[in-house]
C-alpha cells in the first residue's frame, strides 16, 4: 500500500522538477540575453551530436578519410553515443572514474559535459532496447514486420552488420584499451543514490513489455484500397470516449449536481479537474481487501472496454498529490509562491484565489452533501515497474 503521504522509490528528483525560469530580481523588458542553453559547437564541445563531428573530430584520427557506411548518418551518430558513454565509465569494482573512448577531444564547460552526462545515463540499456527497437527484436518478430513494412527491416540489418563488423575489425578490436567491449556507468537512482551499470545487467527499472511497442504490425496482407484497418477512439459527445472535454462536466458527468449554468471562477481548467476527480473515484478500490468500490458519478455513458482501460492506465500513472506538490507552482510553498509572483505576469495570487473560491463551494455545496459519492480520499490500484499491483491512496 502506497499512501501519498509516504516517500515512495519512484520520485524525481526536485532539481528536474522544474520547467521553466523564476527571476530572482526585475528582469528588463530591454533586448538582452538572460540566459542560454548551449546547443551546437562545430568544434563538438556543444550539446549537439551532429554526424560529421563523427569523422571530423571525435574519429578524425581512426577513421580512414571520406568513410562513408552503410548506416550513414545513424551510423556515425551512434558511434558519437558510444564515444559519450565510454567516457563516463567507472571502475566496477572501486567505483572511480575511469574514462574510455577518444578522449583528446574539445573541452565541454562544466554546465554541458554535465548535462551530457545526465543524458547518456538517461539512455535504455541493451536490454531495455531488446524490447524498444526492432533492429534488436527476436527473428521471429522481425519476420513479421519484414512482411508489414515497405523498409525492409533485413535490409536495415544487413548495414548495421557489415558496419559493425568492419568497425569492430579495424578499430574496436586494434583498441580495446580506448574502445571497450562494455562500459559500467554510474547511473543516479530515483532515490537520489549511485548505482554502477553495467550495459549487460538486468535493472529494476525496467518498463513493463504491454507499454513499449508504438505502431501497427500487420499480420496479413493489407489492401492499399481506402479502407479503415484500426482506428483510435477520441472524442464522442456522450462522454463515452477518451476525451475529457470542459462542457462534459456540466452537460454529462455532474448535470443532476451543478446548478444550470454554473461558471466557477477557474474556467474550463476546473471543469476539467472536476471531470479527472470523478476518473479517479470510479477506480477506487477498498483498501482493506482491494476489491473494486467504485465512487463518484458512475451512471454515465458506458465505454467500451479498451477504451475504459486506456482511461484506467492514464488516470492511474497521472501525479499523486505529493508528486504534484514539486510539479505544479499552484502546490509550491509559500515562500517558492512569493518568488513566482514577483517573477511572472500571471499573478499566482490570483489563481490561488480563484481555486480556494472554487473549491470551498463545491465543497459546501456538492463535496460535504454526498460523500459517498464524493469521497475525501480514494485508493487506487497502481501497477507497480515488477508487475504486481499496489494500492495507492491518494490525498
Do not use: C
Amino acid at each position: 500500500d502506497d499512501d501519498d503521504d509516504d516517500d515512495d522509490d519512484y520520485d524525481v528528483p526536485r532539481q528536474f522538477r522544474r520547467l521553466g525560469l523564476i527571476a530572482s530580481e526585475p528582469v528588463s523588458k530591454a533586448d538582452q540575453t538572460i540566459a542560454a542553453i548551449p546547443f551546437y559547437d562545430s568544434d563538438g564541445s556543444g550539446l549537439a551530436l551532429a554526424p560529421h563531428l563523427a569523422t571530423k573530430v571525435v574519429y578524425k584520427d581512426v577513421l580512414p578519410e571520406g568513410y562513408d557506411g552503410w548506416t550513414g548518418d545513424i551510423g556515425l551518430l551512434a558511434m558519437l553515443l558510444l564515444n559519450e558513454m565510454a567516457r563516463l565509465h567507472v571502475d566496477a569494482a572501486t567505483g572511480d572514474a575511469s574514462p574510455k573512448g577518444v578522449s583528446d577531444l574539445p573541452r565541454r564547460k562544466p554546465p554541458v559535459q554535465s548535462l551530457m552526462n545526465a543524458y547518456v545515463a538517461a539512455l535504455p540499456s541493451h536490454r531495455e532496447m531488446s524490447e524498444l527497437h526492432p533492429l534488436l527484436w527476436n527473428e521471429e518478430e522481425q519476420e513479421i514486420l519484414q512482411s508489414s513494412s515497405t523498409k525492409k527491416i533485413y535490409r536495415l540489418l544487413d548495414d548495421v552488420d557489415d558496419d559493425a563488423a568492419w568497425l569492430e575489425e579495424t578499430l574496436w578490436n586494434a583498441d580495446r584499451r580506448t574502445f571497450p567491449e562494455t562500459v559500467s556507468l554510474r547511473i543516479r537512482s530515483p532515490d537520489g543514490t549511485d548505482d554502477d551499470d553495467d550495459d549487460d545487467d538486468d535493472d529494476d527499472y525496467d518498463v513493463p513489455r504491454q507499454f513499449r511497442r508504438l505502431g501497427l504490425i500487420a499480420s496479413e496482407p493489407v489492401s492499399k484500397a481506402d479502407q479503415t484497418i484500426a482506428a483510435i477512439p477520441f472524442y464522442d459527445s456522450d462522454g463515452s470516449g477518451l476525451a475529457l472535454a470542459p462542457h462534459l462536466a456540466t452537460k454529462v458527468v455532474y448535470k443532476d449536481v451543478l446548478p444550470e449554468g454554473y461558471d466557477g471562477w477557474t474556467g474550463d481548467i476546473g471543469l476539467l479537474a472536476m471531470l479527472l476527480l470523478n476518473e479517479m473515484a470510479r477506480l477506487h478500490v477498498d483498501a482493506a481487501t482491494g476489491d473494486a468500490s467504485p465512487k463518484g458519478v458512475s451512471d454515465l455513458p458506458r465505454r467500451k472496454p479498451p477504451v475504459q482501460s486506456l482511461m484506467n492506465a492514464y488516470v492511474a500513472a497521472l501525479p499523486s498529490h505529493r508528486e504534484m506538490s514539486e510539479l505544479h507552482p499552484l502546490l509550491w510553498n509559500e515562500e517558492e509562491q512569493e518568488i513566482l509572483q514577483s517573477s511572472s505576469t500571471k499573478k499566482i495570487y490570483r489563481l490561488l484565489d480563484d481555486v480556494d473560491d472554487d473549491a470551498a463551494w463545491l465543497e459546501e455545496t456538492l463535496w460535504n452533501a454526498d460523500r459517498r459519492t464524493f469521497p475525501e480520499t480514494v485508493s487506487l490500484r497502481i501497477r507497480s515497474p515488477d508487475g504486481t499491483d499496489d494500492d495507492d491512496d491518494d490525498d
